[in-house]
């Protein structure tokens, strides 16, 4: 019988794969799997037999990004910034583990679950990778690490877009390390996580605060704070002043797909 944790977690020679596992709906974001998450990363942070940790998902995509499917119901101001806050802190929780982190990227990596990928300290994607934060197309914002990992002009670039992008334009941008032959992700995040647990720990995780430690010294952390009202007063402002009044229309009429479908409909290219 298939395990049903939507976080699955393997430990085999000082290397941890944690899967996120929602395969049936491209492993989206929502509540359980994210305590889920939370619980599994504090635990390997904790735990002195974990070396290296491989960040991967089931079936054909990475992460979908949050599941949109149940939507959120009304919420007050203080709340959505309050789950914003949150999202914040989850990051931060992944990025701040004190060993290397590789991200096993394959399929879709969308909106938070590109976010999700670009948090960790390595990313590696397979070339069907696809990349993007549609978000901005529906008057959403993300509060992205995206401008540390990349230029002003390109962030803008992708950002205000909401583009999806191949792997190997990511790795242009900088946002991914390697790209591997289709299919090959985990294989190569494992054996790189792999050498990378053979490193003495102490000076791992030097590396990984003296480089977290230039991007805080360049607003990295602050920016998340800044960024988590920005997206608490984009979320919290109406379908008329955000001008996706036709959208939500649809979506309610129609459905989630063909909501979807006018969404991105504009900027095909």
Known sequence: MADESPVLVEVEAGVAVVTLNRPEKLN????ALWAELDRRVEELGASDAVRAVVLTGAGRAFCAGAD???????????????SYEEIAKRQL?????????????????????????LWCDIV??????????????DGSFVASVIPWLTNPQRAKL???TGDTITAQQAAAMGLVADVVPEGGALTAAKQLAGRLAHLPSGAARAVKRYVGAVQELQGLVAAQKYGSALA??????????LGIEELVRIREAQGLRAYLAARDAPFAR
Request: net charge negative.
């Open 28 to 31: 989206a974001l929502n509540a």
């Open 68 to 82: 949109l499917s149940g939507g959120d119901g009304r919420r007050s101001a203080t709340q959505i910034l309050e």
């Open 93 to 117: 929780r992944l990025w701040n583990l004190p060993q290397p982190v590789v991200a096993a990227v394959h399929g879709y990596c969308l909106g938070r679950g590109m976010e999700l990928a």
């Open 124 to 137: 590696v994607a397979s070339a069907d990778a696809r990349f993007g934060e549609p978000e901005i197309r």
């Open 158 to 160: 992708l950002m205000l």
């Open 232 to 241: 608490a007063i984009m979320r919290s402002l109406t379908a008329e002043e």
